[in-house]
């Protein structure tokens, strides 16, 4: 048997990171058994579904690397099929025409919970061979059974059970001929061979309801996984004020994919102790059993420290790319530099952001100064600089150890500290109080440009 997972969003609005979990999920197992990973847009909300947030959706899922199988499937294309199944259920009484309106339904509703009773909509259409009133238009709805109960076992949640009577005659046809949600997604998963269902435990109570229809219509029953909700680090569900939700934001915040996709791959599942997991391992690892039953909480530095991770163990070269993403094109000089340079400041970073902004002063010949170093460079820092600047004037042999042994002669002839040195030629070079070595800094950034700084930070 092939194993089929399919991940199915509506597009409503971007790849939220739980959403973005759910389909690390159903990729990783698929993955794991030679399997396919199905993309299903579910978009038959024609209100809110937009195609703009679908191209998000998908971008958002190509960057962390999960690359749906086959063509990708639209719900509301299929919706004739979708009838065609409801109209089917109604052929083998397993469903039927229902004239109720609204109104009355409402009506009754509002009568049961006003004796304080639970409503469950018992239409008068469901058995009898009852005429329906002229000009009506009726809804097609599921015959549900009324006795006994409906037992899940969900590969996540363990045994779940549903008392029969709690299961309303739902809709499957609306009056103006359109399938509902839940029709739609059992027949497309039907029809796409879906073996696997994993997706988030708020779709608990809908499984109950879908699985009415696999039982109606003889289908094989797919698997269930309900994999918990992500929560904030309060306990709360995740929502905007724990900070950014969409996939997306983390790129723009400079999180690497396969940062985050480690990152929500621990997040409710484990495998011992092992927080670093490549992609490759986790496919090679990715099971069910160890998918953790509570909700897991959202934390961000341990995603920063991930970051950070992954940051040093990337290429400079593909550093370098990333970074361009967020500076435009490097000029060759100024890229020849920075590749001099970056082992020493991708170490220190836990963001592409901050690499950017700790990689600028490589990028460019006019440095700004913040105002936070020009405030520590007062006159008898500048006079000290004077001093280094007449002494590095004088290095020949501009080389980094041969640098630092004219430096220290220096420091020790004029008893100072190697730090009095740093703080003001870093204020110099980088306009910052915080950088890699300076002697690093000043041996790639060659004498002249090194000493032309130095002057210019001495001539304000
Ligand atoms: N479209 C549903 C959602 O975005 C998912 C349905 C499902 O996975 O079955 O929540």
């Known amino acids: 048997m092939t194993i089929v997972t399919r991940f199915a969003p509506s597009p409503t609005g971007g790849l939220h990171i739980g ?5 690390l999920f159903n990729y990783l197992f698929a993955k794991r058994y030679n399997g396919k990973f199905l993309l299903r847009i579910e978009d038959t909300d024609q209100a809110r579904s937009k195609k703009e947030f679908e191209d998000i959706i ?10 749906q199988d086959d063509e990708i499937y639209y719900q509301l294309a299929r919706a004739e099929r979708h009838k065609e199944i409801a109209h089917k259920l109604v052929e083998i009484g397993k469903a039927y025409f229902c004239y109720e309106s609204q109104e009355e339904i409402a009506k009754l509703r509002e009568e049961a919970i006003g004796k304080g009773e639970h409503f469950l909509f018992k239409s008068p259409w469901r058995d009898g061979n009852k005429p329906g009133p002229e000009g009506v238009k009726p809804v097609i709805r599921i015959k549900a059974p009324r006795e006994d109960q409906t037992v899940l076992q969900d590969l996540v949640q363990g045994e779940v059970v549903v008392q029969n009577d709690h299961l309303d005659d739902m809709i499957l046809l609306r009056s103006d001929g359109t399938p509902t949600y839940m029709l739609a997604v059992v027949v497309d998963d039907h029809d796409m061979k879906v073996t696997h269902v994993i997706r988030g435990d708020d779709h608990l109570n809908n499984t109950f309801r879908q699985l009415l229809i696999y039982k109606a219509m003889g289908w094989d029953i797919p698997k269930f996984a309900h994999i918990p909700l992500i ?12 900070g950014a939700l969409s996939v997306l934001e983390y790129k723009e915040m400079g999180i690497l994919p396969e940062a985050l996709n480690n990152y929500l791959l621990r997040l409710g599942w484990s495998h011992g102790n092992d927080e670093i997991i490549s992609m490759e391992q986790a496919i090679e690892w990715f099971n069910i059993e160890n998918i953790g039953r509570a909700a897991a909480k959202f934390d961000m530095q341990k995603l920063l420290n991930l970051n950070a991770h992954y940051i040093k163990e990337s290429s400079n070269e593909r550093l370098i790319t990333l970074i361009e993403e967020n500076v435009g094109n490097i000029e060759p000089k ?3 530099r920075l590749l001099k340079g970056l082992d020493s400041l991708k170490v220190r970073a836990k963001t592409l952001i901050d690499l950017t902004d700790t990689s600028k002063f490589y990028l460019t010949d006019d440095i700004i100064i913040t105002s936070e170093a020009l405030n520590k460079f007062d006159d008898s820092k500048a006079s000290l600089l004077k001093q280094i600047y007449e002494l590095l004037n004088n290095i020949v042999n501009w080389e980094l150890t041969n640098i630092q042994v004219k430096v220290n002669e220096f420091l020790e002839a004029n008893s100072l500290k190697m730090g009095q040195f740093g703080e003001v030629v870093r204020i110099a070079v980088t306009g910052s109080t915080n950088s890699p070595s ?5 041996t790639i950034l060659g004498k002249e440009e090194a000493l032309r700084r130095i002057k210019n930070l001495l001539d304000k």
């Open 58 to 67: 998908i971008e958002s899922m190509h960057w962390l690397g999960l690359h």
């Open 334 to 336: 100024y890229k020849e």
């Open 231 to 242: 929560h904030g680090s309060d306990g709360a569900k995740l929502s905007k004020r724990h």
């Open 19 to 23: 959403s973005g979990r759910t389909a």
């Open 438 to 442: 300076v002697f690093e800094i000043i």
